[in-house]
Every structure is written in C-alpha cells, then in structure tokens.
C-alpha cells in the first residue's frame, strides 16, 4: 500500500461578496487528490481536500516541499501498526522535516490540506464515513447521526438594502437553521446597528444572532463597537480585532459580558494556547473557530484540542470555520459544538452534499465513505478530473 501521487489545481471562488475587510474577487483555492495503489471498484482510492475560504491557493508550497518529502518517504513508513492503513500522523511528520519552528501560517495551510486529503483516503480505504473514523479515535466511540450547524452569511453585497438582508435571513430560517451570522464592520456604527436591528426582526432575538468583524477593528472602534452590541445579548462578537492581539481581547472580555469568539487565522496549537493564556477567554462562554484544513489538519487539531482540554475547555465551545464537508466532518466526529454552513456564498466550496438535509438547526450526516465530496457533484467533477478518474 502506497501513495502513488499527490496533484493540486488552484481553482477561483469566482465570488463577488465582501467581508469588513475584502472582497472575494480575486480569492482561489487549492483542490488537492491524494492518489493510492489501494483499488476498489477497478479504480484507486483518492482522497481530497480544498484549502476552505478565505486563503488563496498554496500549491507552490506543496509542490517544493511537502509533496515531494512524502513521495521521496519510504512507503512503509506511512503506515499504521497494522499495515493495512495510511497513518496521518506519520505523514504529517514527514511533511515538518527540515522546517524551522514558528512562521506557521506559510506552510500550515499547505500542510493541512494535504493531511486532511489524507484523511479522506484513510477513511475510505477502512470503508467508513470521516466523521465516524474521528468519533472512534478521537470521540470516545459516540457516533451522531446529526450536527448542529449555524449559517455564516449577512454579507455586504453590491447593492444590497436591508429587505435584501431581512429576505437572506428568512431564507436560512426557512431551510431549517436556527442560528444566524452577519458581518459587521464594513460600515458606519450607526448603519450596522440598523442592519443588526432589521436582522433581529426576523431571527427573534439575540441568542440566535452571531456577529463578525473579520479583524478589523483598532482598540477604540473595537471598544466602542463591544459597548455597542452589548444590550442585545448576540450568541457571539467574532474576530473583533487582530488575531493576535491578545492583550486587546482580554481588556474586551473585561467589558463585554457576552461571549466572544474567534481563531479561524490561528494557525498553530501554541498561537491558541497564547489565546486562552493572555486573551481573557472564558471557557464557560467564548467560543473557538480553528479551521482544520488551514492549521497543520486533523492531527494537530486533535494536539490542540487536548491542550484547550487540559485548561478546562469544552469541546461545545468550538466551532470549526469553514462551512463545508471538512468542517462538518470534523465537528462530528470530535463531538464539537457545532459546523458552519455557507449556503449559496462561495460557489461550488460552500455548503455541503446536494442531499444533504437541515432540519432544527441540525443537518443530517452522510454515510459516504471518507468526507463525502463524492455528494457535491459540481465539486468533485473538479476532484475526480485532477485525480483523473
């Protein structure tokens, strides 16, 4: 048993929404296949993965060093004990050889979109879905047959008025979901309080309104906008600041009671370690939003995790970004607090399996082996032709 090649195409989003920060128009993403010996059906086990959103692609990494250190490994030597399996954890070790410690975000993206590929050839050639391999090794065995999952939307679109936000709104309720997010921070206080308002005239009330700021805030319009929000009680205040401004966070936990959240641009265990160590996160409250496929993969998230464990963390407080089959996957299968969807926003990359079903604010989990791209036809034409299926 071998990998007999590992390919990357970088594919654009071809999206025209923007955040408090950017636009997506120039956004692409790496498609990376994960090619085996192992046959089933008179074809070979591929696994797949995309680098999720909001990161350009990184196949140029890939291909200098990454693919190559895996492909030059000898072929025993990323197997598990018994033999019969890739072993993800070895393969991402041969993948950190001659890498200097720290700069992480220049190699964790590349890195962890190969390894979660990986995953999804472990997961097929043991004939299971991913969700139920993680259960097993990392979930105590507990299996769902369901995920909460929340909708990342409210975005700043050309032309758009607030019966066009209220409208979105009504359409994530009416397709099952139960919680909702919209950006802040990509206008003036006073008119994404309007915004906000006009949402909450839909959803209800605050527990089921997120709100995110993409980073974009200094120390007085982070301040301000916390004071701001505060009386409606939001279900979370996401990336107010810089990732890394810890200092900034704990003085925003010191004043605002309502949860806060981020971590979708840490990309390391010891940059969320620092997070729960000097930001003032609450375990009992806040809320974690590691993306997997953009942080080392599923290995060091399971490092990760124990670290947040160890400090009294709850596996109900993270929520992985990314809004797609990865991210689903691994919410349930690490018994998380919930996934994110993207519905109709990022093209083909968001969302999930064409049949998939929402109900309560809870979709219903695939039995396709692996992550289940296989579902998302669109996609995995993309998938299926580079691994030349």
């Known amino acids: 048993m071998r990998i007999v090649d590992i390919r990357e195409t970088a594919i654009p989003l071809k999206s025209n929404i923007a ?6 128009s120039e956004m692409t993403t790496s498609v990376v296949a994960v090619i085996t010996d192992v046959m089933r059906s008179g074809k070979p086990v591929c696994g797949f993965a995309f680098n999720s959103t909001g990161r350009y692609a990184c196949g140029a990494q890939m291909r200098a060093r990454f693919i190559p250190r895996i492909l030059a490994a000898d072929p025993g030597s990323l197997l598990d004990a018994r033999g019969d399996n890739l072993d993800p954890e070895k393969i991402l070790a041969v993948m950190m050889k001659r890498e200097k410690a720290g700069g992480h975000s220049e190699r964790s993206i590349a890195i962890g979109t190969i390894e979660v590929a990986v995953w999804d050839a472990v997961a097929k050639i043991a004939d299971k879905p991913l969700h139920v391999l993680l259960a097993e090794r990392f979930g105590g065995g507990q299996v769902p047959d369901k995920m909460f999952c929340y909708v990342g939307g409210g975005w700043y679109w050309p032309g758009q008025t607030i019966r066009d936000l209220q409208d979105e709104m009504r359409r994530h309720l009416a397709a099952g979901y139960t919680l909702v997010k919209m950006k802040v921070g990509g206008l003036p206080l006073e008119d994404d309080l309007h915004r906000l308002e006009a949402v909450l005239e839909v959803v209800g009330s605050g527990d089921r309104l997120a709100v995110d700021a ?28 810089d990732p890394l401004d810890f200092a900034l966070f704990a ?14 641009n840490l990309y390391s265990t010891q940059d969320v370690e620092n997070l729960v160590t000097f930001g003032g996160f609450r375990p009992s409250k806040d809320v974690i939003q590691i993306d997997p496929p953009q942080a080392y993969g599923i290995v060091q998230y399971a490092r990760t995790l124990a670290v947040l464990e160890r400090r009294g963390w709850p596996r ?27 519905p109709g926003v990022f093209g083909i990359f968001g969302g999930f399996a064409d049949d998939a079903v929402v109900a309560d604010g ?21 998938m299926r032709d580079l691994a030349g299926l």
């Open 214 to 241: 993409n980073c974009k805030f200094d120390r007085a319009e982070a301040l301000r906008y916390a004071h701001a929000l505060a009386p409606f009680k939001l279900r979370w205040f996401e990336e107010p600041c």
């Open 316 to 342: 109900s407080a993270l929520f992985p970004h990314g809004g797609n089959q990865m991210s689903l996957a691994i919410a349930a299968g690490f018994g998380l607090g919930g996934a994110e969807s993207y």
């Open 362 to 382: 809870a979709i219903a989990l695939s039995g396709r082996p692996g992550i289940g791209f296989e579902g998302q036809a669109a996609l995995y034409r993309i």
């Open 251 to 264: 003085e925003l936990a010191s004043v605002y009671d309502a949860p806060l959240a981020t971590g979708e």
């Open 19 to 24: 955040n408090s920060s950017f636009d997506f």
